[in-house]
């Protein structure tokens, strides 16, 4: 079992949700001390998008975000150099689009990861069926490949998703793009069908805007994921203060929320 | 022409690269297509829709005034005379009649110099399907009357500001769109690329134009030609015309856009569900086209060209922007045809190698893809620009 699982189980099994906060690496200069912040605000796990030019499942914050970050010269090398100085015990999950694990190389993108010390990655379209090669460039680094269910995927299909999923599943919690919602949308659901047939810890993402839809959603799931709100909260000139606090907004409603 | 392997491979090209909320449609997409094209009834309703309501057969026109110019035997496949000025009727009424046995009731489209978007708001028009075109904003100044004959069939004409504002980014829109509606909704690609099926679907559809070129140009006495000639953005005309030509001994040529040609400057890589060539940089980003017509400015290039360029069954170039104009008032003032931009690519690297690439004599087949009618207004302010 691939290092992160082992943590996220352990985390999952201790009857802590899991909080795991999403940034745009180099999106503004001081990025790295946002991820440091958001540990400290309470943060389980930490996922460091790398911006691509053409983010498919991505909406317009992120979008925005990403294309800053390009202007800024941001590369897996740079995210890299960034994260030398980040100061903390809890893991770092890369997100990006294929192209840029495929253009840098498949074991050199997996070797890199590892030596920047991310342990997981989400790579969301990289379909299941498309991914052997990857996951083999993976399991020789302790890399964890992450996979999605949607709302969409099909009870069988889930089943054959969650086997391949490496650390956690991420739980789609709406037919929809990375952005903003205030509901928890079809997450129930979603997590019922993984639950049916799969004893990996659950995460739900896509949409997660506010403290209580976000504890609402950990209730029925093993912890949530924040993205675009995060984001935004930035690209509008968030300090690092600012950022914990946020993070720490999140991490009082999911642990006051009644345990399920 | 191939048959896709089960993951939707062309060789080392094509597959699935989407997110997971959208291979379940993709999935259903291909059964559907599969059981679809294997259906006589489907099968013949197509064909009947294609004759009587896109004029099909179009012609093979020889083009005796211009052969004798250029010392070679040239025919032009007329896709300009098919209902809404080009080739990409005819996938439209293959996926507008699709999405209705699938029970979906609305589809949406991309759209570069929005021949795609109008015939997808035809289509969809004669069905009654809901139609949401995104075009990008450049896109719709350079198109701005395609827009309003868009919005005149009903259609919902969706400026897309993100990235460069063209094509490549109409077609992230849409993705991005049907992520929200997969359930009711139909994404009818317009060129042969995206995930499988698209490419392999797309291309059947087109097929239609190579099946009936070859039946005309034995029934002129011209017999198989050396060459067939096509413009490739994403390559669905290319690839509907080679369809016909692949088991005989033509040369097949595609002739791509200097500032967006995937297969000369491209390399390997992923982008809008495929594997294929791209245009990208050093980081794997991928870079911006740049061509003076709008449905050839993509970065990258239907994944069975690229497997027929890697296999060396099909062969690409590029023609440079200032090079397509001459073709464009060539074929105007010597033929009385204006072709489309596209087209007149095309039409621009023929003129350029008679006599090196081409030898004399040599029997041309041009897939003359659209009409240049959308692009007056441009070509009329560029020759301005050159005098």
Same mark, same amino acid.
């Given at each position: 079992?691939?290092?992160?699982?082992?943590?996220?189980?352990?985390?999952?099994?201790?009857?802590?949700?899991?909080?795991?906060?999403?940034?745009?690496?180099?999106?503004?200069?001081?990025?790295?001390?946002?991820?440091?912040?958001?540990?400290?605000?309470?943060?389980?796990?930490?996922?460091?998008?790398?911006?691509?030019?053409?983010?498919?499942?991505?909406?317009?914050?992120?979008?925005?975000?990403?294309?800053?970050?390009?202007?800024?010269?941001?590369?897996?090398?740079?995210?890299?150099?960034?994260?030398?100085?980040?100061?903390?015990?809890?893991?770092?999950?890369?997100?990006?689009?294929?192209?840029?694990?495929?253009?840098?190389?498949?074991?050199?993108?997996?070797?890199? %990861?590892? &030596?920047?010390?991310?342990?997981? @990655?989400? +790579?969301? #379209?990289?379909?299941?069926?498309? *991914?052997?090669?990857?996951? /083999?460039?993976?399991?020789?680094?302790?890399?964890?490949?992450?996979?999605?269910?949607?709302?969409?995927?099909?009870?069988?299909?889930?089943?054959?998703?969650?086997?391949?999923?490496?650390?956690?599943?991420?739980?789609?919690?709406?037919?929809?793009?990375?952005?903003?919602?205030?509901?928890?949308?079809?997450?129930?659901?979603?997590?019922?069908?993984?639950?049916?047939?799969?004893?990996?810890?659950?995460?739900?993402?896509?949409?997660?805007? %506010?403290? &209580?839809?976000?504890?609402?959603? @950990?209730? +029925?799931? #093993?912890?949530?994921?924040?993205? *675009?709100?995060?984001?935004? /909260?930035?690209?509008?000139?968030?300090?690092?203060?600012?950022?914990?606090?946020?993070?720490?907004?999140?991490?009082?409603?999911?642990?006051?929320?009644?345990?399920? | 022409?191939?048959?896709?392997?089960?993951?939707?491979?062309?060789?080392?090209?094509?597959?699935?690269?989407?997110?997971?909320?959208?291979?379940?449609?993709?999935?259903?997409?291909?059964?559907?297509?599969?059981?679809?094209?294997?259906?006589?009834?489907?099968?013949?309703?197509?064909?009947?829709?294609?004759?009587?309501?896109?004029?099909?057969?179009?012609?093979?026109?020889?083009?005796?005034?211009?052969?004798?110019?250029?010392?070679?035997?040239?025919?032009?496949?007329?896709?300009?005379?098919?209902?809404?000025?080009?080739?990409?009727?005819?996938?439209?009424?293959?996926?507008?009649?699709?999405?209705?046995?699938?029970?979906?009731?609305?589809?949406?489209?991309?759209?570069?110099?929005?021949?795609?978007?109008?015939?997808?708001?035809?289509?969809?028009?004669?069905?009654?399907?809901?139609?949401?075109?995104?075009?990008?904003?450049?896109?719709?100044?350079?198109?701005?009357?395609?827009?309003?004959?868009?919005?005149?069939?009903?259609?919902?004409?969706?400026?897309?500001?993100?990235?460069?504002?063209?094509?490549?980014?109409?077609?992230?829109?849409?993705?991005?769109?049907?992520?929200?509606?997969?359930?009711?909704?139909?994404?009818?690609?317009?060129?042969?690329?995206?995930?499988?099926?698209?490419?392999?679907?797309?291309?059947?559809?087109?097929?239609?134009?190579?099946?009936?070129?070859?039946?005309?140009?034995?029934?002129?006495?011209?017999?198989?030609?050396?060459?067939?000639?096509?413009?490739?953005?994403?390559?669905?005309?290319?690839?509907?015309?080679?369809?016909?030509?692949?088991?005989?001994?033509?040369?097949?040529?595609?002739?791509?856009?200097?500032?967006?040609?995937?297969?000369?400057?491209?390399?390997?890589?992923?982008?809008?569900?495929?594997?294929?060539?791209?245009?990208?940089?050093?980081?794997?980003?991928?870079?911006?086209?740049?061509?003076?017509?709008?449905?050839?400015?993509?970065?990258?290039?239907?994944?069975?060209?690229?497997?027929?360029?890697?296999?060396?069954?099909?062969?690409?170039?590029?023609?440079?922007?200032?090079?397509?104009?001459?073709?464009?008032?060539?074929?105007?003032?010597?033929?009385?045809?204006?072709?489309?931009?596209?087209?007149?690519?095309?039409?621009?690297?023929?003129?350029?190698?008679?006599?090196?690439?081409?030898?004399?004599?040599?029997?041309?087949?041009?897939?003359?893809?659209?009409?240049?009618?959308?692009?007056?207004?441009?070509?009329?302010?560029?020759?301005?620009?050159?005098?």
């Amino acid at each position: 079992m691939k290092s992160l699982e082992v943590s996220l189980r352990a985390l999952r099994d201790g009857g802590r949700k899991a909080l795991v906060p999403y940034f745009v690496a180099g999106a503004t200069h001081d990025w790295v001390r946002h991820v440091q912040a958001a540990a400290l605000g309470g943060a389980d796990a930490i996922e460091i998008g790398i911006p691509f030019s053409d983010p498919m499942m991505d909406g317009v914050v992120i979008q925005e975000a990403g294309l800053r970050a390009l202007h800024a010269g941001t590369t897996l090398e740079s995210v890299g150099r960034d994260l030398a100085v980040l100061d903390t015990e809890i893991p770092l999950i890369a997100m990006t689009y294929y192209n840029i694990f495929l253009h840098y190389g498949l074991e050199r993108s997996a070797g890199r %990861l590892r &030596e920047f010390g991310i342990s997981g @990655a989400i +790579v969301p #379209d990289l379909s299941l069926e498309e *991914s052997p090669e990857w996951t /083999v460039a993976c399991a020789a680094q302790d890399v964890a490949t992450i996979f999605l269910v949607a709302p969409s995927t099909p009870p069988a299909r889930v089943e054959e998703v969650a086997e391949h999923s490496e650390g956690f599943l991420y739980a789609s919690a709406r037919m929809a793009v990375t952005g903003a919602s205030s509901d928890e949308g079809d997450a129930a659901r979603v997590v019922a069908n993984v639950r049916d047939v799969s004893d990996l810890p659950t995460y739900v993402g896509i949409g997660i805007t %506010l403290p &209580e839809q976000a504890a609402r959603t @950990a209730m +029925v799931s #093993d912890g949530v994921i924040v993205g *675009s709100a995060l984001v935004k /909260v930035i690209l509008d000139g968030a300090s690092a203060h600012d950022v914990e606090k946020f993070v720490r907004s999140f991490r009082d409603a999911i642990d006051e929320a009644p345990k399920t | 022409m191939g048959v896709p392997d089960e993951r939707g491979r062309f060789g080392d090209f094509g597959g699935r690269f989407v997110p997971e909320a959208l291979m379940p449609a993709c999935l259903e997409l291909e059964d559907a297509f599969r059981d679809a094209w294997s259906d006589p009834t489907f099968v013949s309703e197509y064909r009947t829709t294609l004759a009587q309501f896109v004029g099909r057969p179009t012609p093979v026109t020889p083009l005796p005034r211009l052969s004798e110019k250029l010392g070679i035997q040239l025919y032009a496949k007329r896709e300009d005379l098919a209902h809404t000025g080009s080739h990409k009727i005819n996938n439209v009424v293959g996926q507008t009649l699709l999405t209705r046995r699938m029970g979906k009731t609305r589809i949406i489209a991309e759209t570069g110099a929005g021949q795609h978007g109008v015939a997808t708001a035809t289509g969809a028009a004669r069905l009654g399907l809901a139609c949401t075109v995104f075009m990008g904003e450049v896109d719709t100044v350079r198109q701005e009357l395609n827009v309003f004959r868009m919005e005149l069939l009903g259609a919902r004409v969706v400026p897309v500001t993100s990235g460069s504002r063209t094509l490549k980014d109409a077609v992230n829109e849409a993705m991005r769109e049907w992520v929200t509606c997969v359930a009711d909704t139909h994404y009818c690609i317009g060129s042969v690329m995206g995930p499988h099926p698209f490419p392999w679907m797309v291309r059947e559809f087109q097929s239609i134009i190579g099946i009936e070129a070859a039946a005309q140009l034995s029934a002129l006495g011209a017999g198989e030609p050396d060459l067939v000639v096509a413009c490739v953005g994403g390559g669905s005309n290319a690839a509907g015309i080679f369809a016909g030509f692949a088991n005989t001994d033509a040369r097949l040529i595609g002739v791509e856009a200097a500032g967006g040609a995937a297969i000369a400057s491209g390399s390997p890589g992923v982008l809008h569900g495929m594997r294929s060539m791209i245009l990208q940089d050093e980081f794997g980003q991928i870079e911006e086209a740049h061509s003076m017509s709008a449905g050839l400015d993509y970065p990258g290039i239907g994944p069975e060209h690229a497997h027929l360029a890697d296999a060396g069954r099909a062969e690409y170039f590029s023609v440079a922007d200032e090079e397509v104009l001459d073709a464009l008032s060539l074929l105007s003032e010597s033929e009385g045809i204006i072709p489309a931009l596209e087209t007149a690519h095309a039409l621009a690297w023929i003129t350029r190698e008679v006599g090196t690439l081409i030898p004399r004599g040599a029997t041309v087949l041009l897939n003359l893809s659209g009409r240049g009618d959308k692009d007056v207004a441009q070509v009329r302010q560029l020759l301005a620009g050159q005098s």
